[in-house]
């Protein structure tokens, strides 16, 4: 996202057109920025996941602001949001919900667990065990909730914000790759430079509370007509057939990749297609480019592909193996 975002964005209380969507979503920006200091490429992820109806996993060493850029986020949107803290006891109905029996009808009801919002932040997903964490597979792929073998609908919209630790593997469960592949974009928060950190330090010399984002002065900058209204925009963003050959042969590349044990999948290749027009969009145009796949490849693809023992020995990552693949493919004219 590069233009400026407007003083006046806010939310309205009538359908948007595309460009009110556009600065809408750009304000975003600027009212994350009040709590988070930096970090633009993960805010961009979040946005793009918005628009694609995708979910996101956040990865970065503790202390990066991941949870607080999930939080900021939701306090910028006119959106439900809710939180649960992922710890080796958590069981799956504490996550979807249950069925509680009411003494005073004696009858079972459907008590909703916390999936049942818009915004999930899934702090620690990895510190669950697997049984815990496959119970957020069906939420995140069919957007809906069985218990008692009766399908319960989540709201529009629905995206899960993830956050795992990619350094302490004590006491936690790697998330299998059925898992992964449920999330949009995987983003990595990195570590802030010098000049981002000095000014962390400074606001928090100055009273910045982390834990009160109202104080803040974090405000709902857009909301769910904004969201349908982008969601339309994007959807009549054009694909050439060349770059939907461009995008086909970029995943075929890792799976002949001797580095690679797996490569990109069909749904890969269908998210990858999903998050550069989203991207194009949010740039201002209404049709995509190569430059909008390379821009969204690394995020889209790097938690779907599994490199072999031997490379990863060698210090080969996915993101060097993606860019190499982007390097080699011939880009359409």
Not at 52 to 64: A, F
Not at 127 to 150: H, N, W, Y
Not at 235 to 249: F, L, N, Q
């Amino acid at each position: 996202m590069s233009a400026s975002p407007p003083a006046s964005a806010g939310t309205t209380d009538f359908p948007a057109d595309g460009d009110t969507a556009r600065a809408s979503l750009e304000a975003l920006r600027s009212e994350i920025a009040k709590a988070v200091v930096g970090q633009d490429p993960a805010v961009t992820g979040l946005v793009v996941a918005l628009l694609c109806r995708g979910h996101v996993l956040l990865e970065g060493v503790p202390g990066v602001a991941k949870t607080l850029l999930v939080r900021a986020l939701a306090a910028s949107l006119e959106l439900d949001t809710k939180r649960v803290q992922f710890t080796p006891d958590l069981m799956p109905s504490d996550v979807t919900g249950s069925l509680v029996y009411d003494a005073r009808t004696a009858e079972f009801s459907f008590q909703p667990g916390p999936v049942f919002t818009h915004l999930l932040l899934a702090d620690e997903i990895n510190r669950t065990p697997p049984k815990t964490q496959s119970s957020l597979l069906e939420a995140m792929e069919e957007r809906q909730v069985t218990v008692d073998g009766i399908p319960r609908p989540l709201p529009d919209p629905f995206l899960v914000a993830a956050t795992q630790n990619p350094v302490e593997y004590e006491g936690t469960y790697p998330l299998p790759e059925a898992q992964l592949d449920r999330f949009l974009l995987k983003l990595t928060v990195p570590l802030p430079s010098r000049d981002e950190e000095i000014s962390v330090l400074t606001r928090h010399s100055q009273g910045f509370d982390p834990r009160d984002l109202t104080a803040a002065g974090i405000r709902p900058v857009a909301g769910p007509a904004d969201l349908e209204a982008a969601r339309d925009a994007v959807a009549r963003t054009k694909v050439s057939s060349e770059i939907a050959g461009y995008v086909v042969d970029v995943c075929r590349a890792t799976r002949e990749s001797p580095s690679l044990s797996l490569g990109v999948s069909p749904r890969g290749a269908t998210a990858l297609l999903s998050t550069a027009r989203a991207w194009a969009w949010l740039t201002g145009r209404d049709y995509v480019i190569p430059d909008d796949v390379k821009a969204l490849a690394l995020p889209t693809l790097r938690h779907r592909i599994h490199l072999r023992p031997e490379a990863e020995m060698e210090g080969v990552t996915p993101d060097s193996v993606i860019t190499s693949v982007l390097a080699h493919v011939p880009v359409p004219r």
